[in-house]
């Protein structure tokens, strides 16, 4: 019988266990970030209705999304980001809850779109949301998470690029552009990807050459961040409500992340709309200055209209999501590699069947005193047993002696041994050799 090719698809991985623990180990650090905020987790399923999924996600989503018939001939869908899952959740579950409501969720999701470096079309997500209060505190809070979590994963310099979808849309409004929006919004969400000119152009088919001039100006950075939002304000019509309310809480918010120690992070950059077009207020990018070609690591924003989409009841939201692959990638290309978490940290030699229940026996004590402890299952020599704990980077290996000399500890990145007479001493040697290689 011929056997069959092992590969995976275009844009898909496998990942190694160095690769894995590295991941793991980014996620437990996102997850403390994430506690320390208030944030709770939860999970949901990774095939929804495909009118769940595309109620309102735009043209280029429909295109990505993998969609397709069950067996049951329903019309289904992958979940392509975690957001939109999460309205449907709250629109659900909201009576069962408390708010507002503090979310984490990390998992994967799924897009057919092309694939480059640190974009793939299986990937994963780490969202953070708050539901149920439209307000300068909850909006700053995920420009801090954010932060934290940047200065948690030591990524280096970061700026955390914001605007208002409203202030934007207010300008658009005030130069008869409303019913082009989402095309102008995603024409100018791509400008850094295709460069100052290219986008002109394809603002001048919109709109003409006249408006599309006004629009580069309109998203064109000042020298600080309040001289970008008052002419962004000015480019609106006066007394316009909600330019004015959308202006006071950008105000707000950089108050907030200034008051908490991250102002000289935070950059007012009207250039940044998000192409989806749930979002409704603040919009926030995270980018790398070490790797900015890249792109954003974790965006986001506020979308107070998606749960109407599922719900009659008002549940205004505020969130953003890490890209751990497209981060992991970037840490990697920037020279700072993910440091793999830990694994097994002792490695019992295994030099005579005879003594495999001890073996055990120690292991489990060792287990339960804190170590993460492995047998290795067969009386190889003592050689082989040395390259398997080096390939795997155990830092100790224990070997069973006999009554003059009971156990001994061999440190096996130095190459020394440590002679233990008495089992309650082990613990104390073992920790105290993984302690002093932090």
Not at 7 to 28: I, N, Q, T, W
Not at 64 to 79: I, K, S
Not at 200 to 210: D, E, I, K
Not at 252 to 271: H, Q, T, W, Y
Request: glycine share 6%.
């Amino acid at each position: 019988m011929p056997t069959i090719t092992p590969r995976v698809l275009k844009g898909f991985r496998d990942f190694l266990p160095d690769a894995e623990m590295a991941r793991a180990s980014l996620v437990k650090k996102l997850e403390q970030v994430f506690a320390s905020f208030g944030f709770v987790p939860i999970d949901t399923p990774v095939l929804e209705y495909a009118e769940i999924l595309l109620g309102k996600g735009g043209g280029e989503t429909d295109k990505q999304v993998y969609r397709f018939l069950d067996h049951g001939e329903r019309d289904v869908a992958m979940r392509f980001d975690l957001t939109v899952p999460f309205a449907r959740f709250m629109a659900e579950h909201v009576d069962e809850l408390y708010l507002p409501f503090r979310r984490y969720h990390i998992a994967k999701v799924w897009r057919g779109e092309n694939t480059q470096r640190g974009r793939y079309r299986e990937f994963m997500q780490c969202d953070f949301d708050i539901v149920g209060t439209d307000s300068a505190s909850a909006d700053a809070d995920i420009v801090l998470t954010a932060a934290q979590a940047m200065t948690k994963l030591q990524v280096g310099d970061f700026s955390l690029r914001v605007n208002h979808r409203a202030l934007f849309n207010r300008f658009l409004a005030h130069i008869d552009a409303s019913d082009k929006s989402v095309d102008i919004l995603r024409a100018v969400d791509k400008l850094e990807k295709i460069g100052q000119q290219a986008t002109a152009n394809a603002l001048s088919s919109l709109v003409g050459s006249p408006l599309a001039s006004d629009i580069l100006e309109f998203i064109r950075k000042e020298d600080s961040f309040e001289a970008t939002l008052d002419k962004m304000h000015r480019f609106c019509a006066q007394k316009d409500q909600a330019a004015d309310m959308a202006k006071d809480r950008m105000l707000k918010i950089m108050e907030c992340v200034s008051a908490a120690g991250f102002e000289n992070r935070m950059v007012l950059d009207p250039s940044i709309t998000r192409g989806l077009d749930y979002y409704t207020g603040m919009v926030l990018e995270t980018t790398l200055a070490a790797l900015p070609e890249i792109g954003s690591v974790c965006s986001g924003g506020r979308y107070d209209e998606l749960a109407s989409l599922y719900t009659d009841k008002k549940l205004p939201g505020v969130g953003a999501s890490v890209g751990l692959d497209r981060l992991m990638a970037a840490l990697e290309a920037i020279g700072k590699p993910v440091v793999s978490g830990e694994s097994t940290q002792i490695l019992i030699i295994n030099q005579d069947d005879i003594q495999l229940p001890e073996m055990h026996r120690l292991a489990n004590l060792l287990r339960a005193d804190g170590f993460a402890v492995e047998v290795f299952p067969e009386p190889k020599k003592v050689v082989a047993q040395y390259t398997y704990a080096e390939r795997k980077h155990i830092p100790l290996a224990l070997f069973l002696g006999n009554a003059s000399k009971p156990y001994t500890l061999r440190v096996l990145g130095r190459r020394e041994n440590i002679e233990i007479a008495d089992f309650s001493a082990i613990s104390d040697a073992a920790r105290k050799e993984l302690d002093g290689s932090r």
